[in-house]
């Protein structure tokens, strides 16, 4: 593991971690790492910088560390972007922790914190919803597939429409950025009536793997 915020680097493979139970996921974000054993435990360890460990605190940690909040969730997917992760449960709901600053996890995500709707950055996993409190899915869909970027958030439902979040300056959102600089919430991204079946996310970029066998891009593309 490569890793500025601890010891020097490794450069044979070696063993990260042990573990009770086999792992199932693993993922790598920008200076941490989490995994989800065949029991469904959570853990995350590496660069905590903004929360994004789920520890409700911004202290690195050097070994696995249960990610508690998630102890009720029976996750099937995750994702890891800069400083937030996001998870999909077996029943396609989307949550997210880490930081929060862009809205990459949507507004009023932090419940419990007087200035932490946007801010706070030290909470636990909680639910991402989209068209209001009370509607838990995106478009009365449940989630398939979600994708971290650096400050936003895609997420794919099970009929292959994708909805998007966070920071837009490099349109990133699938939507054009001299409307939104930010989406505060998930919208739909337009994709001209194309069924999406993969979704990935860049730190400024994205791409979409539509059901007529073609890739799709949007966001920066400065470097290509």
Not at 39 to 52: E, F, P, R, T
Not at 181 to 202: L, Q, R, Y
Request: glycine letters at 14%.
């Amino acid at each position: 593991m490569f890793t500025p915020f601890f010891k020097s680097g490794v450069d044979t493979p070696t063993i990260e971690g042990t573990f009770e139970y086999p792992v199932s996921h693993v993922k790598l974000g920008t200076g941490y790492i989490t995994i989800v054993d065949d029991k469904n435990n959570v853990y995350s360890w590496g660069d905590n910088y903004a929360g994004q460990l789920g520890t409700h605190d911004d202290i690195h940690r050097e070994e696995p560390t249960l990610v508690k909040s998630l102890a009720e969730v029976d996750v099937k997917h995750l994702s890891l972007g800069f400083q937030h992760q996001c998870f999909l449960d077996t029943e396609g709901r989307p949550y997210g922790l880490g930081k929060n600053t862009r809205f990459q996890l949507g507004k009023n995500w932090n419940f419990d914190s007087q200035h932490g709707e946007i801010f706070d950055r030290y909470q636990g996993a909680n639910q991402i919803r989209a068209g209001g409190d009370g509607d838990p899915y995106f478009g009365g869909e449940p989630i398939k597939q979600i994708a971290a970027g650096k400050f936003h958030t895609l997420f794919l439902t099970e009929t292959g429409r994708v909805f998007s979040t966070g920071f837009n300056k490099y349109g990133q959102l699938g939507i054009a950025n001299s409307m939104y600089m930010h989406a505060e919430e998930p919208i739909e991204v337009f994709t001209d009536g194309v069924k999406v079946k993969a979704i990935d996310a860049g730190w400024h970029h994205n791409l979409l793997l539509g059901e007529d066998g073609n890739l799709y891009g949007f966001g920066a593309r400065k470097n290509g």
